[in-house]
C-alpha cells in the first residue's frame, strides 16, 4: 500500500460553496482554480473535493447522474484537468469523492432499470416484491420514511438507504463491480490521486438483520476486488467514510495486509453532545469523554493503520458553535480545539472555513434552509406535533448540515466576496471572519493554523510519534508525542476558566505553539500548548 498518506494534511472543499466567478451563485471550478495559491499557503498537500459530477442535486451532488462527467454548473471536464494540473503543480494531491452505494434515479442505469422487470440493467439495484402488499422489510432511510419506494409500472419496490432519488446499487451483481472499478481507472488514468468514499460500508447489505446497518458480509470482498482492479495499480489513496465502526472493524478494513481501504474516518467524538448521536437533540458537551474516544482510537489503530484527525464536514454544523465557546473565546476555543485534535497521530482533515474557525450562520426561518436532510427532518418532527415552529427552528439551528455549508467569507464585501449574483445558500458575515481580514491579523485562527501545519511537517515526534495519553481531568488534557528521542507535550484547557497545570506538565521544555502571548501564568482559558523535551 502507499504510504504518502503518512504526511498528507488535507482540506476539504464543497465546490458550491467555495467561490463562484460567473455570478450563477454557485461555486464552481473556476473558483477554486482561483484559490489554488490560498490553499497552498495553508499548508494543506491534499484537497478532497465532494462531488462535482453531473447530479440532479437532491442531496447536493451525492446523487450521480452520470459518473465520468462534471457538472455544468461547476464547470467542464477541460476545466477539471486544469485544476488537476494546477494542484500538481504546486505540490498537493487530489481526492475525488467516490459514491458508489448509490445512484440518482436519473442515472442512465436506473433508467433503464426501471422500465421492466428484464431490462438488462434491472440487476444494477436491489429490487423486491411486495410483501403482504407493502415494503418488503421495516428498514428505514438516513432521510427518513422507508427505504424502500413503490414503483407502479413494474410493481416492485427499490431499495433507498438515503432519499428515494437514491437508489442502491446492488454489489452482489459482478457487472456492476466491472463498471465501477472502470470508472475509478478512468479517473485515477486521469491522474486523480485517490477518493473519499462515501458511506463506503453500505455497499453490502445484511437482509437478514431488521435494520439497515453497515458492514454486510461481503463487504471485505467487494472493497478488495476494487483493491485489485484499480487502487492498488494507482497506489491510490482511499479514505472510507464509515460510521459506527469499532477500532477492531476500522483495522480490518485498513491495515496494510488487507488490501482494501488506506483510512478510515471515525466519527465517534462528533455523536456527543447529541441524545443518542440524534443531531437534532442537544445535550451538553461531555468534554472528557471527547478527549478519551480521540485516546481509544489513537490506541486501536496504533499497530497497523493510520488515523483519520476530523471534527467539521459538510455533513457538520461547525466545531466551534459544537465544542467551543463562540460567545467568549471564538479564538482561543477553535485554536485550542485545534491544538488538541491535529497534535494527535494521524491525518488531518480540515473543512473549508474551519481554517477562520468560523461558526454557524444564524438561520432566521425555515426557507432558508436547503439541505434535504434538515426539510424531511422538520417535516417529520413537526407531523409528531411534540413541538412548536420555534423548538424545532431551534433543533434545526442545531443539528443542520447546512450549517456547514454557506459560502465561504472571503472578504466584507457584499455576499464575503463569494459570488456577485445571489448566492444558493445564505451567506454570513461576521467582523473578523473572514480570508481577509485574517490574512492580516498575526494573531488569527487562519495563521494559527498555518503554523500549526508547519510544526507538524518539520517535527518526526508530531507526524508519527507514539501516542500517550497522560491526564484528562476536570477539562485539562495531556499528552504526548514521542520520536527520536523527542517528546512533544499537547497540553489543553477545554474550558473558560483558569485551571492549574497537572502534575505531568513538563517543566522546562521549548514552546512550540500556544494560543496566549504569556510565557507563565497556566492554564489560561481555552489555553492550548505544544511543548517540546528532549
Ligand atoms: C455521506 C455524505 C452525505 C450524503 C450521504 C449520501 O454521508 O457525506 O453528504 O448525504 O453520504 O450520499
Ligand atoms: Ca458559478
Excluded at 471485505?220 to 476486488?225: P, R, V
Excluded at 485498513?254 to 456527543?272: S, V, Y
Aim: aromatic fraction near 12%; charged fraction near 25%.
Amino acid at each position: 500500500m502507499e504510504q504518502w498518506h503518512k504526511e498528507a494534511v488535507v482540506y476539504q472543499i464543497y465546490p458550491k460553496s467555495y467561490l463562484d466567478t460567473n455570478g450563477d451563485g454557485i461555486g464552481d471550478l473556476r473558483g477554486i482554480i482561483n484559490k489554488l495559491d490560498y490553499i497552498k499557503s495553508l499548508g494543506v498537500n491534499t484537497v478532497w473535493l465532494s462531488p462535482c459530477y453531473p447530479s440532479p442535486g437532491d442531496d447536493n451532488g451525492y446523487d450521480i447522474s452520470d459518473y465520468r462527467g462534471i457538472a455544468a454548473e461547476y464547470g467542464t471536464l477541460e476545466e477539471f484537468k486544469e485544476l488537476l494540473d494546477g494542484m500538481h503543480s504546486r505540490g498537493i494531491r487530489l481526492l475525488m469523492d467516490l459514491v458508489v452505494n448509490h445512484t440518482s434515479d436519473e442515472h442512465q442505469w436506473f433508467v433503464e432499470s426501471r422500465k421492466s422487470r428484464d431490462n438488462p440493467y434491472r440487476d444494477y439495484y436491489i429490487w423486491r416484491d411486495p410483501v403482504d402488499g407493502k415494503e418488503p422489510n421495516g428498514w428505514t432511510a438516513a432521510f427518513g420514511g422507508s427505504a424502500w419506494e413503490y414503483d407502479e409500472a413494474t410493481g416492485q419496490y427499490y431499495l433507498h438507504l438515503f432519499s428515494k432519488k437514491q437508489p442502491d446499487l446492488n454489489w452482489e451483481n459482478p457487472k456492476v463491480r466491472q463498471e465501477i472499478a472502470d470508472m475509478i481507472n478512468y479517473w485515477l488514468d486521469m491522474g486523480v490521486d485517490g477518493f473519499r468514499c462515501d458511506v463506503i460500508n453500505n455497499i453490502s447489505k445484511d437482509f437478514t438483520r431488521p435494520y439497515a446497518g453497515g458492514n454486510g458480509p461481503r463487504l471485505h470482498e467487494f472493497l478488495h476486488e476494487l483493491h485489485v482492479k484499480a487502487l492498488e495499480p494507482h497506489k491510490a489513496l482511499t479514505v472510507g467514510e464509515t460510521w459506527g465502526l469499532t477500532p477492531a472493524q476500522a483495522l480490518d478494513l485498513t491495515g496494510e495486509a488487507r488490501g482494501e481501504l488506506t483510512m478510515t474516518f471515525q466519527f465517534e467524538h462528533l455523536l456527543l453532545g447529541r441524545v443518542g448521536g440524534d443531531k437534532f437533540d442537544p445535550e451538553p458537551l461531555d468534554k472528557k469523554a471527547f478527549v478519551d474516544i480521540l485516546a481509544k482510537w489513537e490506541e486501536g489503530l496504533k499497530e497497523d493503520s493510520y488515523p483519520v484527525l476530523v471534527m467539521e464536514n459538510h455533513d457538520q454544523p461547525r466545531a466551534l458553535s459544537r465544542f467551543g465557546d463562540r460567545e467568549n473565546y471564538p479564538y482561543e476555543s477553535a485554536t485550542m480545539l485545534a491544538a488538541l485534535l491535529y497534535g494527535m497521530r494521524g491525518v488531518p482533515f480540515i473543512y473549508q472555513g474551519q481554517e477562520l474557525g468560523l461558526h454557524d450562520p444564524t438561520f432566521q426561518s425555515l426557507e432558508e434552509y436547503r439541505d434535504i436532510e434538515t426539510l424531511n427532518a422538520y417535516a417529520e418532527l413537526k407531523a409528531t406535533g411534540k413541538w412548536t415552529d420555534e423548538e424545532l427552528l431551534a433543533k434545526m439551528q442545531y443539528g443542520s448540515r447546512d450549517c456547514g455549508r454557506v459560502p465561504m467569507p472571503w472578504n466584507t464585501e457584499k455576499e464575503g466576496g463569494f459570488t456577485t449574483g445571489t448566492p444558493w445558500l445564505k451567506t454570513q458575515i461576521d467582523p473578523g471572519f473572514t480570508v481577509a481580514e485574517q490574512e492580516e491579523d498575526p494573531k488569527s485562527v487562519l495563521n494559527f493554523y498555518r503554523k500549526l501545519f508547519e510544526l507538524r511537517k518539520s517535527i518526526p515526534a508530531l507526524a508519527d510519534g507514539e501516542f500517550k495519553l497522560l491526564w484528562n481531568e476536570d477539562d485539562v488534557s495531556v499528552y504526548t508525542r514521542t520520536a527520536e528521542g523527542v517528546t512533544v507535550y499537547v497540553v489543553c484547557n477545554f474550558s473558560a476558566e483558569k485551571k492549574d497545570i497537572p502534575s505531568c506538565f513538563p517543566h522546562g521544555g521549548a514552546i512550540l505553539l500556544n494560543n496566549y502571548d504569556n510565557e507563565k501564568e497556566w492554564l489560561q482559558p481555552y489555553q492550548a500548548l505544544w511543548i517540546k523535551t528532549r
